[in-house]
């Protein structure tokens, strides 16, 4: 079992920068592949970023690849989600997710394959 907590969100003009975190709880968080998904109003959930067990391999989706960076720190038990060059469009709930897989072989864009959720953390990006 593993428990999420983001934080950092906020409100930020457009270029700005947030970092984001996400502290998990448990023993065997370095087992762990992780994610960041956003759910902007009225959309589904879509990819951002995520980063295998090793940390070893980075994924991105194509709208955040070269503006936004996601690292882990497990001695902290963290996922941090470095966001640059921020743009209105970036304005969503970000959440992040843990998965238990151990291979490489999943599409870590699907969210099916993280069993553990955080609440999430508002994310506003101003013109």
């Known amino acids: 079992q593993v428990q999420l907590q983001e934080s950092g969100g906020g409100l930020v003009q457009a270029g700005g920068s947030l970092r984001l975190s996400c502290a998990a709880s448990g023993r065997t968080f370095s087992s762990y592949t992780m994610g960041w998904f956003r759910q902007a109003a009225g959309n589904e959930r879509e990819f951002v970023a995520a980063?295998?067990?090793?940390?070893?391999?980075?994924y991105y989706a194509g709208s955040v690849k070269g503006r936004f960076t996601i690292s882990r720190d497990d001695a902290k038990n963290s996922v941090y989600l470095q966001m640059n060059s921020l743009k209105p469009e970036d304005t969503a709930f970000y959440l992040c997710?843990?998965?238990?897989?151990?291979?490489?072989?999943?599409?870590?864009?699907?969210?099916?394959?993280?069993?553990?959720w955080g609440r999430g953390t508002q994310v506003t990006v101003s013109s």
């Open positions: 997710a843990a998965s238990s897989t151990t291979s490489y072989g999943p599409n870590y864009a699907n969210s099916g394959i993280y069993s553990f």
């Open positions: 980063i295998t067990w090793r940390g070893d391999r980075l």
